[in-house]
């Protein structure tokens, strides 16, 4: 079964950081950009990052550059996402998936909840 799981999320206040991992599992993640998404409550998902599969090459939002950093190790077939200097509005669900994301390969996500 081809699937990416998500992890690392919680409740944090404002200013704290979390790490979230993506995990694959049936897929061979080594092979393509993998990008972190998010969907707040009552918005649509936007992308947050992505990483290149082959030189590490980054991109972030303008939203969380300079404090989101994604990372990747092939060898453990995991993406992750530190997030630093966690601010309300990065409230949301956070999933990992291609870039641009597959359909097929949407997980449960993780729950990230930024508050005093």
């Known amino acids: 079964q081809v699937q990416l799981v998500e992890s690392g999320g919680g409740l944090v206040q404002p200013g704290g950081s979390l790490r979230l991992s993506c995990a694959a599992s049936g897929f061979t993640l080594n092979y393509y950009v993998i990008g972190w998404f998010r969907q707040a409550p009552g918005k649509e998902r936007e992308g947050v990052s992505c990483i290149s599969s082959s030189d590490g090459t980054t991109y972030y939002a303008d939203s969380v550059k300079g404090r989101f950093t994604i990372s990747r190790d092939n060898a453990k077939t995991t993406v992750y996402l530190q997030m630093n200097s966690l601010k309300p509005e990065d409230t949301g669900d956070y999933y990992c998936?291609?870039?641009?994301?597959?359909?097929?390969?949407w997980g449960q996500g993780t729950q990230v909840t930024v508050s005093s």
């Open positions: 998936n291609t870039a641009p994301p597959r359909g097929d390969l």
